[in-house]
Nanobody
Framework: VQLVESGGGLVQPGGSLRLSCAAS????????MEWYRQASGKERELVAT???????NYADSVKGRFTISRENAKNTGYLQMNSLNPEDTAVYYC??????????????WGQGTLVTVSS
């Protein structure tokens, strides 16, 4: 199972970006999809969570600005990021709790995509 992020890049303060996370391989479903970020010199932090039944949760620092969503039929997740500021600069990672088969779950990380917010 692989998760591949895309959509990162350079954006000006106040701008928007939409990150995508596409899953491929052999699996039953993605139970939970999450977005993490890691800024230079800092620990990786959880940004947003979306379960397969539609529940979402956000870090306080991004509430009201970021929106996590999923297209379960396409095994793809998204992170819409609005009103970006320089403190949002980080490598963003997708993480999935994947039901491989039966009752076997596996945690899978994507490779990360860099988001830089700068004028």
């Amino acid at each position: 199972v692989q998760l591949v992020e895309s959509g990162g890049g350079l954006v000006q303060p106040g701008g928007s970006l939409r990150l995508s996370c596409a899953a491929s391989g052999s699996f039953v479903s993605i139970t939970v999809m999450e977005w993490y970020r890691q800024a230079s010199g800092k620990e990786r932090e959880l940004v947003a969570t979306a379960t397969s039944d539609g529940r979402t949760n956000y870090a306080d620092s991004v509430k009201g600005r970021f929106t996590i969503s999923r297209e379960n039929a396409k095994n793809t997740g998204y992170l819409q990021m609005n009103s970006l500021n320089p403190e949002d600069t980080a490598v963003y990672y997708c993480y999935g709790t994947v039901l491989i088969t039966g009752r076997t779950y596996r945690g899978v990380w994507g490779q990360g995509t860099l988001v830089t917010v700068s004028s």
